[in-house]
Nanobody
Framework: QVPLVESGGGLVQPGGSLRLSCAASGIIFMIYDMGWYRQAPGKQREMVASITSGGTTNYADSVKGRFTISRDNAKNTGYLQMDSLKPEDTDVYYC??????????WGQGTPVTVSS
């Protein structure tokens, strides 16, 4: 059983929106902090957004005002709403959870392509 499964990635035009989901199973999701990361081949992994178990959020400067991280503990699911997407947002997006940094439970990733 895979603890975290991302979904919602795909191809979108510049200026468009996508909502990524991260479904957790087999773990007590509500006690974990959660983060969304992105990484392209040959590039360093970048933290996009994070949310603590208590709901405190943090964003990379590159996505502030465009992306929103949230969580629904009743559904064991985290989300990343991505608006005003840009070509430079193209990456594979991963969710991760943990009780402390660095996060130690990772999903398999979902690709996002922003292109006209």
């Amino acid at each position: 059983q895979v603890p975290l499964v991302e979904s919602g990635g795909g191809l979108v035009q510049p200026g468009g929106s996508l909502r990524l989901s991260c479904a957790a199973s087999g773990i007590i999701f509500m006690i974990y902090d959660m983060g969304w990361y992105r990484q392209a081949p040959g590039k360093q992994r970048e933290m996009v957004a994070s949310i603590t178990s208590g709901g405190t959020t943090n964003y990379a400067d590159s996505v502030k005002g465009r992306f929103t991280i949230s969580r629904d503990n009743a559904k064991n699911t985290g989300y990343l709403q991505m608006d005003s997407l840009k070509p430079e947002d193209t990456d594979v997006y991963y969710c991760a959870v943990g009780r402390a940094r660095p996060f130690n439970i990772w999903g398999q990733g979902t690709p996002v392509t922003v292109s006209s």
